[in-house]
């Protein structure tokens, strides 16, 4: 606890000053009125990120008996607990809600929105540290306004992709272990993700926040995901959402929506265990209960990020009868990412085996006595970790990945993001920008709360990262060929495709890829690099430009082939292509 314990402010750091006033006369009163007002000297050139000011009863937040963000009453009515000091009981791991005034700067100071609202204590384990993560609420019975009406997240767009969202019910000020670190992993996790994968992701923006004037640090702002995300991200009602949390969809794993929503996920899965998945109409019937193009993109994210977590926990699962109906996924808290980068995590993500088919494993493997082994790792193990390999909570990748179709769907899917968005030098260079934004503000962040240790371990932090990043395609790479080969499974190798793109007339698709300059890793180059698996054919499409028509393919394309706008192509080595696009005549 020493390492995230409290530590004392350094020097003097600026502050606000908040006036509440109201009006009475006889038995007459006002409203209150809450103003925040920066006046600090240290605050004349303004703060280089936007800024929430928080201002409530001090009680609420520290009084012994029901101040929600200290230890308070509740930790010494159960000081002999023995669990892990993090989920010890105490005021703050309660779900009160207190009121409090809630008002939004942009860095040039003008004022987005201010009113009365709720707020809570978010998180699990995070509540025990010091500086806390804090859930928003905009509620009726605190304000005429129900949302928090601004532009918030600049560019975040609406369930029809064109309309930006500008109203939320619930904001989220989000600290999570990644403070103590680079606050960047979850959070580039997510917004370097939110509009290529099709996962349903939180906008993410750095800001301050003071409570009831003082300084308190950099929070990452984030949206909150429930019925009210989907709705205005979907534009369909709140009403019909149904939404559960966990991979085996209990009852008590419902989030929202009408009563015994969940079983129809866990029937969904139990069709997947039971039946072959090899079968195509088993599959078809699949495809109309999921969308299978998220589960894949769900699953990649976490694999890439090497964090483990999202296998018996923050995943969630949604649906609506109201758009299309089928279950969709969202994920959560990738405080562990850009980490751990030999992290095996596809075959964690994709784990068929018991713990003792493992050990087994593990025996041929290493010659080791089998009774000794599972000794060692029953010792060294708790009940969670080993929940986490048993095969239940990973039954639906594994069965379908027994399916052809979805097999080749998966791969071709992980090596067009490997080879797009997870590029070294396009993933690399978010990061690098998103630190540059919190940069200027980490000083006076370190000096409130002495976390990150400096700006120099900071910088150590990105730079680790940075090298995850730089590493872990090739890595993956081979976790992923290992994978399927144990399996004796079509895949063999990898090989380079190269294509060198139209300068006029159209542009090339690559499996899911669109190979034009707003897609991650083409930009203005005219010859595009991809590694893909040998074994796993890949799925080309010349598309034209309107008054264009495509003409043929050129290079390492087999003479049969040349003429057709689409074509599946397998390949064993390096090749290169291009495509041929002509003038379309009148009536063509």
């Given at each position: ?542 598309v034209p430009k309107p008054g264009w028509k495509f003409t043929a393919w050129t290079g390492d394309i087999p003479q049969n082939q040349r003429e057709n706008q689409t074509i599946t192509l397998s390949f064993q080595k390096d090749i290169q292509i291009s495509a041929d696009f002509s003038k379309a005549t009148e009536r063509e």
């Amino acid at each position: 606890t020493d390492i995230w314990g409290w530590k004392p402010p350094k020097g003097k750091l600026p502050g606000a000053t908040t006036v509440r006033a109201i009006a009475s006369q006889a038995n007459f009163s006002s409203q209150v009125y809450t103003h925040t007002y920066f006046i600090d000297p240290q605050l004349r050139d303004g703060f280089p990120l936007a800024v929430f000011a928080l201002s409530t009863a001090p009680e609420n937040l520290f009084a012994y008996e029901k101040g929600i963000y200290v230890p308070g009453i509740i930790y010494d009515q159960n000081i002999g607990y023995e669990g892990n000091w993090m989920s010890h009981p105490a005021n703050y791991q309660s779900n009160h809600e207190i009121p409090v005034h809630i008002a939004f700067f942009e860095p040039d100071g003008y004022q987005g929105f201010s009113q009365e609202g709720g707020m809570r204590i978010h998180g699990g384990w995070s509540r025990a540290q010091p500086i806390k993560s804090l859930r928003l609420y905009a509620r009726k019975t605190y304000s005429i306004n129900n949302a928090f009406y601004h532009n918030i997240f600049n560019g975040s767009a609406g369930g029809d992709n064109t309309s930006a969202v500008n109203e939320f019910r619930r904001l989220l000020l989000r600290s999570g272990q990644s403070l103590f670190r680079s606050h960047l992993q979850d959070a580039i996790s997510h917004a370097h993700a939110h509009s290529f994968l099709k996962v349903d992701l939180l906008r993410y923006r750095p800001v301050i926040h003071f409570i009831n004037g003082e300084y308190w640090g950099i929070k990452n702002l984030r949206e909150v995901f429930d019925e009210n995300y989907i709705a205005s991200h979907y534009s369909i009602p709140v009403e019909g959402v149904i939404i559960v949390e966990g991979p085996l969809a209990y009852d008590s794993q419902q989030k929202a929506g009408p009563e015994g929503g969940s079983r129809d996920f866990r029937e969904l899965l139990q069709f997947v265990e039971r039946r072959d998945m090899r079968d195509p109409d088993n599959f078809a019937r699949v495809q109309q209960l999921m969308d299978i193009d998220s589960f894949i993109d769900y699953n990649i994210l976490r694999i890439y990020s090497a964090d483990p977590d999202g296998v018996t926990k923050h995943l969630a699962m949604w649906k609506s009868a109201d758009h299309d109906g089928r279950w969709r996924w969202h994920t959560w808290d990738l405080d562990n990412a850009l980490m751990f980068v030999n992290n095996d995590t596809m075959t964690f993500y994709a784990n068929d085996k018991t713990v003792q088919e493992h050990l087994m494993t593990q025996k041929s493997e290493e010659d080791q006595n089998y009774s000794d082994v599972l000794a060692m790792i029953s010792d060294d193990l708790n009940a969670a970790v080993q929940a986490v390999k048993a095969p239940r909570y990973t039954a639906l990748l594994t069965g379908l990945l027994q399916n052809h179709a979805f097999r080749r769907r998966f791969i071709n899917r992980f090596a067009d993001v490997l080879n797009s968005l997870y590029r070294p030098e396009v993933y690399s260079s978010a990061l690098i920008q998103a630190a540059q934004v919190i940069e200027e503000e980490l000083p006076r962040h370190i000096d409130r709360w002495g976390y990150p240790f400096s700006i120099r371990y900071w910088r150590s932090q990105i730079n680790q990262h940075i090298d995850f990043i730089n590493r872990r395609p090739e890595i993956l790479r081979r976790h992923i060929l290992d994978y399927f080969r144990t399996r004796k499974m079509e895949i063999r190798g990898t090989a380079q495709i190269g294509i060198d793109l139209p300068t006029q007339g159209g542009s090339i698709r690559i499996n899911s890829l669109s190979l034009i300059p707003e897609t991650p890793s083409v930009g203005d180059q005219t010859n595009w690099q991809g590694i893909y698996f040998t074994g796993i054919p890949i799925e080309l499409e010349a598309v034209p430009k309107p008054g264009w028509k495509f003409t043929a393919w050129t290079g390492d394309i087999p003479q049969n082939q040349r003429e057709n706008q689409t074509i599946t192509l397998s390949f064993q080595k390096d090749i290169q292509i291009s495509a041929d696009f002509s003038k379309a005549t009148e009536r063509e």
